[in-house]
């Protein structure tokens, strides 16, 4: 098999409601743009993914992706992921993580469907559905945190994330307010989304602990390993790193030896793909510990991580990034929290969703090629 062409078919993704997640995140704008990668192959299967989100536009990658990477995989066989990945992550100072990323999920789609088999059955399969957490945006009044849990936990959601509206002292009151509406027994966690210095962390920690978060996400900047190592001493509460920087499997190495995270943490947009991936999950395997995946900002980003989700055991929830419609666009059917909290892994061949390619035609603004 040897790829004959890929293409980027850049869409509109409009009726987003304007978020943010945190003061060092982007806001979402009403719409944006998503792109369409399709990597086409001479015995038929078309790999696809898509590249872009609210807070990343398609745009910023998508012409690099076709200058930089396009000519490394034409005329090569897609089912040599390994090399080909060697050779995308030699050139992603010129293109991005974003794009090897992006690359890589359709190559993937190329082998499932080649194999007649879903992605999490091609890599050996472990579950077909996990419990989903519902995780906040950032909100200016404590009350609409509280009904947001409650919303969720009526509808059979068992764990809730709070992505912390700052300063801290109103993150503290927030995590105290949400742990009385939902109760002792609810799954809370905080993402502070690297917003704190060391002393201030100690302050939320000490009381995340009195109040028994789950976990408490990327307190510190993503280069603060030290003060990582210090906070994980001092701290019971378990400690989240590894979403950022954007960067592959080699960058979880420092954090490993230093021993300053709980647990590793990864999507296929932000490390580079379901290769990166599941090394990333054997690894914290390897060192009993979980591999906790991020949202993937994106429909096949989302099914992607599913995938590889169910496809291993050391991963305990599926997240689900609030509003979910915000993060829905460009798929037929896309994934949905049934009654009981959980979301199931699509069965059909490779990422086993289809796209709506009618609506990709409706809102085309542009093809590259």
Not at 33 to 39: A, F, I, P
Not at 136 to 164: F, M, N, Q
Not at 185 to 214: C, I, N, Q
């Amino acid at each position: 098999m040897k790829i004959t062409d890929l293409t980027i078919t850049v869409f509109t993704w409009d009726g987003l409601v304007p978020l943010r997640y945190s003061r060092h995140v982007a806001s979402s704008k009403p719409s944006c743009q998503l792109g369409l990668l399709q990597v086409h192959t001479d015995e038929g299967p078309v790999g696809r993914a898509f590249i872009g989100s609210p807070t990343s536009p398609a745009e910023f990658d998508v012409q690099r992706l076709i200058d930089v990477l396009k000519p490394i995989v034409m005329g090569q066989d897609p089912l040599q992921r390994e090399r080909l990945g060697r050779l995308m992550w030699g050139r992603v100072r010129a293109a991005s993580v974003r794009t090897v990323g992006a690359v890589d999920t359709a190559l993937w789609d190329i082998a499932g469907q080649a194999a007649g088999l879903p992605i999490h059955a091609l890599i050996g399969g472990y579950r077909r559905s996990l419990p989903a957490y519902a995780s906040s945006p950032a909100r200016d009044d404590i009350a609409s945190y509280c009904e947001e849990a409650l919303h969720w936990k009526s509808r059979g959601v068992t764990a809730y994330k709070i992505h912390a509206p700052h300063p801290w002292r109103q993150d503290i009151a927030v995590c105290e307010a949400v742990r009385r509406a939902v109760g002792d027994d609810h799954v809370l966690m905080l993402d502070a989304s690297w917003s704190y210095d060391y002393p201030t962390a100690l302050r939320v920690g000490r009381a995340l602990e009195a109040l028994k978060f789950h976990w408490f996400e990327d307190p510190l900047g993503e280069w603060s390993i030290p003060s990582y190592v210090k906070l994980r001493q001092k701290l019971d509460v378990p400690l989240m790193a590894t979403e950022l920087p954007f960067a592959g499997f080699d960058t979880y190495a420092p954090w490993l030896m230093a021993q300053a995270t709980d647990f590793l943490r990864g999507d296929v947009a932000f490390k580079g793909g379901i290769t990166t991936m599941l090394k990333t999950a054997h690894l914290a395997e390897g060192f009993g510990m979980n591999y906790e995946i991020h949202h993937g900002s994106n429909s096949l980003n989302n099914v992607a991580n599913l995938h590889v989700a169910a496809a291993i055991h050391n991963c305990e929830y599926f997240e689900v990034l609030l509003p979910d419609a915000n993060n829905k666009h460009g798929l037929v059917q896309d994934l949905e929290i049934d009654g009981q909290g959980q979301v199931h892994v699509p069965d059909g061949p490779g990422l086993g969703v289809e796209v709506d390619m009618d609506r990709v035609r409706r809102q085309q603004v542009a093809v590259l090629r």
